[in-house]
Nanobody
Framework: QVQLLESGGDLVQTGGSLRLSCVAS????????MGWYRQAPGKQREFVAT???????NYADSIKGRFTISRDNAKNTVYLQMNSLKPEDTADYYC??????????WGQGTQVTVSS
C-alpha cells in the first residue's frame, strides 16, 4: 500500500505563489509517474501536471508557463511550484502516483484559494 500526503495549500492573492509538496510512503515500487490533478468547486477533476521517473514532464495548457512540476525520486516527493496564481486556479489539488502496472494512488488533497 502507498500513502500520499500533500501539503502547501493556502489562501493567496492574485499574482501570488505557492509551492505544493507530496510525499509518498509505504510499499513504493515500480513508480512510473507522479503528478497533480485539481478539482474546482462544482467541476470535474482535471489534469494539471505530470513527471515520469525518467524526467518527462507534461502540463495542462491552462497552467503552462506559470506552474512547474519537479520530483525528488530519492525522497519519493513531487512538487508543484505555482506562480502568477489566478482566481481560476482555486481548487483542491490532488497528488497521484502511477505504477508501471497501471495501479494509481491518490492523496487526500490540499486546498488552494486565490482571492481576487
Amino acid at each position: 500500500q502507498v500513502q500520499l500526503l500533500e501539503s502547501g495549500g493556502d489562501l493567496v492573492q492574485t499574482g501570488g505563489s505557492l509551492r505544493l509538496s507530496c510525499v509518498a510512503s509505504g510499499s513504493i515500487r515500480s513508480v512510473n509517474t507522479m503528478g497533480w490533478y485539481r478539482q474546482a468547486p462544482g467541476k470535474q477533476r482535471e489534469f494539471v501536471a505530470t513527471c515520469s521517473t525518467g524526467g518527462t514532464i507534461n502540463y495542462a495548457d491552462s497552467i503552462k508557463g506559470r506552474f512547474t512540476i519537479s520530483r525528488d525520486n530519492a525522497k519519493n516527493t513531487v512538487y508543484l511550484q505555482m506562480n502568477s496564481l489566478k482566481p481560476e486556479d482555486t481548487a483542491d489539488y490532488y497528488c497521484y502516483l502511477n505504477q508501471y502496472s497501471g495501479f494509481m494512488y491518490w492523496g487526500q488533497g490540499t486546498q488552494v484559494t486565490v482571492s481576487s
